[in-house]
């Protein structure tokens, strides 16, 4: 499967955006959709995930502002971010998986990348 992402954008604090995750292929229902983010130096860090269930999961610190949702029709998962804060500033990618694990929150648990989308937050 392909993936493509985007929506990023140069927002103040406090903005909500949306990011898109658009895929190829006929089977997009059957995968887990996650979402991470990476900052410059860092590791890339789990945002959240949409599993082939519709069954989501967030990170402790996006829990209640970020929401994941997909539609299986149009093959694209979508980051909705609310409240945003400068610490949110960072590339965001969305990945997918054919198996969910018990790994789920870890980059290597995940065999197919988007190109990644720009996420700056202002204060």
């Known amino acids: 499967v392909q993936l493509q992402a985007s929506g990023g954008g140069l927002v103040q604090a406090g903005d909500s955006l949306r990011l898109s995750c658009a895929a190829s292929?006929?089977?997009?229902?059957?995968?887990?959709l996650a979402w991470f983010r990476q900052e410059p130096g860092k590791e890339r860090e789990f945002v959240g995930i949409?599993?082939?269930?519709?069954?989501?999961s967030y990170a402790e610190s996006v829990k209640g502002w970020f929401t994941i949702s997909r539609d299986n029709g149009k093959n694209t998962v979508f980051l909705q971010m609310n409240s945003l804060k400068p610490e949110d500033t960072a590339v965001y990618y969305c990945?997918?998986?054919?198996?969910?694990?018990?790994?789920?929150?870890?980059?290597?648990?995940?065999?197919?990348w988007g190109q990644g989308t720009q996420v700056t937050v202002s204060s």
């Open positions: 990945a997918a998986n054919g198996l969910f694990s018990d790994t789920y929150t870890y980059p290597r648990s995940y065999a197919y």
């Open positions: 292929g006929s089977t997009f229902n059957t995968y887990n």
């Open positions: 949409s599993r082939r269930s519709l069954a989501t």
